[in-house]
């Protein structure tokens, strides 16, 4: 089992920077890929970015590009996820999860999941 708590959301300007922390614990914690999903009021939840167990590969949506950086620290069991240049539209409650299979950008390759964090754009 895994166990993960995001933390680090907030209200934020547009154009301003936010870091999500997510804290894993469990026995194989570690040694997952992890993900960043969001899902905004409305819409269906939508891959942010991952990131391999080692932390040498990392991917993102489009729409984050250039703007967000996820990285991991494994002695502290911590996935983080750096937001920066904020838009309204960044908006929406950001989930991590531990991935144990499949690709990156679909949910169905999380197992395990995050209560989740809100994030809160103002223009």
């Known amino acids: 089992q895994v166990q993960l708590v995001e933390s680090g959301g907030g209200l934020v300007q547009a154009g301003g920077s936010l870091r999500l922390s997510c804290a894993a614990s469990?026995?194989?914690?570690?040694?997952?890929?992890m993900g960043w999903f969001r899902q905004a009021p409305g819409k269906e939840r939508e891959f942010v970015a991952g990131?391999?167990?080692?932390?040498?590969?990392?991917f993102y949506a489009d729409s984050v590009k250039g703007r967000f950086t996820v990285s991991r620290d494994n002695a502290r069991n911590t996935v983080y996820l750096q937001m920066n240049s904020l838009k309204a539209e960044d908006t929406a409650v950001y989930y991590c999860?531990?991935?144990?299979?499949?690709?990156?950008?679909?949910?169905?390759?999380?197992?395990?999941w995050g209560p989740g964090t809100q994030v809160t754009v103002s223009s």
């Open positions: 990131i391999s167990w080692s932390g040498g590969d990392t």
């Open positions: 469990g026995r194989t914690s570690v040694s997952l890929p």
């Open positions: 999860a531990a991935k144990t299979g499949g690709y990156y950008y679909s949910d169905r390759s999380y197992a395990y």
